[in-house]
């Protein structure tokens, strides 16, 4: 069964830093274009960055510079580097595999961006 597990949210302040992660099982993990999205409460889900099999990378304007997807193929782990946080940043945050077929979907994580 494929399973996308994200973890490294939590509380912040402005200005702050996180990094999550997001560990696959169950599929062929370097075949797969891996993107992060984020959803607010009250808002739609919102797309935040992706990163294609080949390592390309590719950012939502509002992210760009303070954000980086990475990926370690030999851990089926996609990151999101955030800094430099700020209070409407906060949201789920939901990993996303796909290649063909189906998406696949984690559960999310929360991040809060507060003093």
């Known amino acids: 069964q494929v399973q996308l597990v994200e973890s490294g949210g939590g509380v912040v302040q402005p200005g702050g830093s996180l990094r999550l992660s997001c560990v696959a099982s169950e599929i062929t993990f370097s075949r797969y274009t891996m993107t992060w999205y984020r959803q607010a409460p009250g808002k739609e889900r919102e797309w935040v960055a992706s990163?294609?099999?080949?390592?390309?990378?590719y950012y939502a304007d509002s992210m760009k510079g303070r954000f980086t997807i990475s990926r370690d193929n030999s851990k089926n782990t996609v990151y999101l580097q955030m800094n430099s946080l700020k209070p409407e940043d906060t949201a789920v945050y939901y990993c996303?595999?796909?290649?063909?077929?189906?998406?696949?979907w984690g559960q999310g994580t929360q991040v809060t961006v507060s003093s």
């Open positions: 996303n595999a796909r290649f063909v077929g189906p998406d696949y």
């Open positions: 990163i294609s099999s080949g390592g390309t990378t």
